[in-house]
């Protein structure tokens, strides 16, 4: 069945260090690819999507592009801030699935001063 | 536009209780997908519902169910809870139209604690 694999938290970094969170998915077609964030008692929030292969999503300073031959699409952003603390989900959805999201288990990160 | 509501905020209910839960989507869209996260399983799919019909179900039991209104609204209900019902109730609006999957807008949740 259709899934995603999510790196591992927590990730701690420093103010302005770069960052990579790893995503990689299992599924059957062409599925669309989202990051969420979720900061700490709110819901989650639209990051960034890609819907087909070699689209880039970007928002904010965050980029991911959706790798096909890799099944991937790694987060990452050159310099983070203390305000990007937060919760980060990888999720797919495939077509014709009823708009059903599979979410991967989250990567906390926290950005120190 | 006004984002996705969610009410209430935050529930405490007894074992072998029933709970509703409710969920305004945001205008125009017709699709409203319910989400349970807990520590332990993460975010796991319960149910979606469009234009009143339930389009695709997760793999709950049936102790879960829900329902979609004319006007869209949605509202989920629980019955004979148990502890491990404890979680953060998430619900998720999108247009729902189309072949290709729509972006989801979450509410803020509502808090279930089951004592």
């Known amino acids: 069945g259709d899934s995603v694999t999510q790196m591992e938290g927590p990730v701690t970094l420093s103010e302005e260090a770069f960052l990579t969170i790893n995503c990689t998915y299992t599924?059957?077609?062409?599925?669309?690819l989202f990051w969420y964030v979720q900061y700490p008692g709110e819901g989650l929030q639209l990051l960034l999507k890609?819907?087909?292969?070699?689209d880039k999503g970007s928002n904010k300073g965050f980029e991911a592009t959706y790798r096909k031959e890799t099944t991937s699409f790694h987060l990452e952003k050159g310099s983070v801030q203390v305000s990007d603390s937060a919760v980060y989900f990888c999720?797919?959805?495939?077509?014709?699935?009823?708009?059903?999201?599979?979410f991967g288990t989250g990567t906390s990160l926290t950005v120190i001063p | 536009k006004a984002g996705v509501t969610q009410t209430p905020r935050y529930l405490i209910k007894t074992r072998g209780q029933q709970v509703t839960l409710s969920c305004s989507p945001i205008?125009?869209?017709?699709?409203v997908s319910w989400y349970q996260q807990t520590p332990g399983q993460g975010l796991q799919f319960l149910f979606e519902y469009f234009s009143e019909t339930q389009r695709n179900k997760g793999n709950f039991p049936g102790r879960f169910s829900g329902r979609q209104f004319s006007n869209s609204r949605s509202e989920m209900n629980v019955s004979t809870l148990e502890l491990g019902d404890s979680a953060l109730y998430l619900c998720?609006?999108?247009?729902?139209?189309?072949?290709?999957?729509?972006?989801?807008?979450f509410g803020p949740g509502t808090r279930l604690t089951v004592l």
């Open positions: 599924a059957t077609g062409y599925p669309s």
């Open positions: 999720a797919l959805s495939a077509p014709n699935t009823g708009n059903q999201f599979y």
């Open positions: 998720a609006s999108s247009e729902g139209l189309g072949v290709v999957p729509d972006t989801q807008y």
């Open positions: 890609a819907t087909k292969a070699d």
């Open positions: 205008s125009g869209h017709r699709s």
